[in-house]
């Protein structure tokens, strides 16, 4: 199983960017899909999640500028950024839990993180 996150970059205060992860490989059922991020010096923490049925739960600094959203078709989770500040340049890490066949235990997987710098 992989987790391939993608769609960070630099972007000046007030922008917007648009996080992708797809999960590949041997897959029975994804269950919680979410984004964390770790800024330097700090530790990491979750931004955004999303069930499999589509409730999402938010940080409260990014309540209202971000979105997290997800096509289980394609087990890909998306984050959407708007309004960026500055104290969002952190490295970005999507996470899944998953099991990987029917019997299988549910099991948290990590992408290998996505940096989004955001200057003022």
């Known amino acids: 199983v992989q987790l391939q996150a993608s769609g960070g970059g630099s972007v000046q205060a007030g922008g917007s960017l648009r996080l992708s992860c797809v999960v590949s490989?041997?897959?029975?059922?994804?269950?919680?899909m979410g984004w964390y991020r770790q800024a330097p010096g700090r530790e990491r923490e979750p931004v955004a999640s999303?069930?499999?049925?589509?409730?999402?739960n938010y940080q409260d600094s990014v309540k209202g500028r971000f979105t997290i959203s997800r096509d289980n078709a394609k087990n890909t989770v998306y984050l959407q950024m708007n309004s960026l500040w500055p104290e969002d340049t952190a490295v970005y890490y999507c996470?899944?839990?998953?099991?990987?066949?029917?019997?299988?235990?549910?099991?948290?997987?990590w992408g290998q993180g996505t940096l989004v710098t955001v200057s003022s």
């Open positions: 996470s899944a839990n998953l099991r990987r066949h029917r019997f299988a235990a549910s099991v948290d997987y």
């Open positions: 999303i069930t499999s049925g589509g409730t999402t």
């Open positions: 490989g041997r897959i029975f059922s994804v269950n919680d």
